[in-house]
């Protein structure tokens, strides 16, 4: 069964858009279609990056709750169906938290970048 993942309904789908592009230049839609096209494949690498394409974590500006240190990262799902990760890059701690877990602990904690986390509950080590 051909899907987004087969590689016979990409090769379709690449080919056909080939023939298509002659007659598209020749329209008023051409820039149109480009910046739309543009924006999809932005969005779908930002979402699935592509399995070998290396991961760019983004720093968090939160202490980890675990450690208290300031070396914590967000970290993009790969896959359909993954989640975000934040992660401890501390080599000591390496905590992992996902995004139901990290969503629980910064509302649990009143965790704000003034104040820092509030008063623990014990449920903050990974």
């Known amino acids: 069964m051909a899907g987004p993942h087969s590689r016979t309904w990409q090769g379709d789908t690449v080919r056909w858009l080939t ?5 598209l230049y020749t329209t008023d839609l051409a ?3 480009r910046r739309e096209v543009t ?3 932005r969005h779908l690498q930002a979402r699935y990056p592509a399995p070998d394409t290396p991961e760019t ?3 968090v500006p939160q202490p980890c709750p675990r450690c208290d240190r300031l070396t914590l990262v967000m970290r993009a799902p790969r896959y359909g ?3 975000t990760r934040i992660e401890c890059t ?3 701690c390496a905590a992992i938290y996902d995004e139901e877990r990290w969503t ?10 003034t104040t820092g986390w509030g008063p623990k509950t014990g449920d903050d080590t990974a």
């Open 19 to 23: 023939h298509q592009l002659d007659w």
């Open 31 to 33: 820039a149109d279609f």
């Open 39 to 41: 924006r999809l494949v």
């Open 57 to 59: 974590p983004r720093p």
């Open 81 to 83: 169906g993954d989640q």
């Open 90 to 92: 501390h080599p000591d």
């Open 104 to 113: 629980r602990l910064t509302a649990e904690h009143n965790w704000t970048p």
